[in-house]
């Protein structure tokens, strides 16, 4: 009996986990409806995309502003951090 009890346990604990991440993801309440991309990524993006053109102008200063706006915009964006790291890195050189 405790055999069963432990593998509709396991079943259970295991579709708690693995139905959830197969639905698709909704895209936030301030999220463009035609992107699915929250308008402050966007925007985060475009900067992100003109500091890494003014990096290889190396022109430092310039996309340094533009990478930190970036992150005043969207904080949560990984892409900001490490073209940071690399401007930074670039900037010794």
């Known amino acids: 009996m ?3 009890l432990g593998r509709a346990l396991c079943l259970a604990v295991t579709m708690l986990l693995v139905v959830p991440a197969l639905a698709p993801a909704q895209p936030a309440d301030n999220a463009a409806p035609e992107t699915g991309v929250a308008p402050q990524r966007e925007q985060a993006a475009a900067l992100l995309k003109t500091a890494q053109g003014l990096i290889a102008a ?4 310039e996309a340094e502003r533009n ?15 490490s073209n940071l790291g690399y401007l930074y890195e670039a900037w010794q050189k």
Do not use: I, K
Request: aromatic share 14%.
């Open 2 to 4: 405790s055999r069963r």
């Open 58 to 61: 190396a022109r430092f200063e």
């Open 67 to 81: 990478l930190q706006n970036a992150r005043g915009l969207d904080a949560d964006y990984p892409a900001v951090y």
